[in-house]
């Protein structure tokens, strides 16, 4: 696993857990077991590092429900009736929290990242849609 990659899913982890806010790079490098500098030489400041942890969570969530959606490859109308299959875990309800205090305490980041994942989850919905189009 690449250090960036590595150090965006712990920090992801971190702010999950401590929430942005009050979260400081040295504590994000020190919760990395990295130097600051070399924090700095991966994000380009805190709101690079809360944007891009963001984006992870997304990421992260996104693969969890194309791994639901795609268990019913036979049957898409499957996937909406089976509503036990989306109960997320605790670490995406953590992350939802995440999103939650961003929107409060960091709006304009929020807003970035509001942007890039409506287009996604719009590219999503589509290509559901199309496949349960298929089936039938």
Avoid: W
């Avoid at 994000?28 to 963001?54: H, M, P, V, W």
């Amino acid at each position: 696993m690449k250090i960036k990659e590595k150090t965006l899913r712990k920090t992801t982890e971190f702010l999950i857990k401590e929430g942005c806010r009050k979260v400081t790079v040295d504590e994000i490098a020190a919760y990395n077991g990295i130097s600051k500098r070399t924090l700095y030489e991966l994000f380009l400041d805190k709101n690079d590092i809360i944007e891009q942890s963001l984006l992870y969570c997304n990421e992260k969530t996104r693969e969890y429900y194309h791994e639901v959606f795609n268990s019913y490859d036979d049957n898409i109308i499957s996937v909406i009736l089976s509503g036990q299959h989306f109960r997320p875990d605790n670490k995406i309800t953590s992350a939802c929290r995440l999103f939650a205090d961003e929107k409060k305490y960091h709006p304009d980041i929020y807003e970035n990242v509001e942007k890039v994942i409506l287009e996604e989850h719009r590219e999503d919905l589509r290509n559901f849609l199309r496949k349960g189009q298929e089936a039938y």
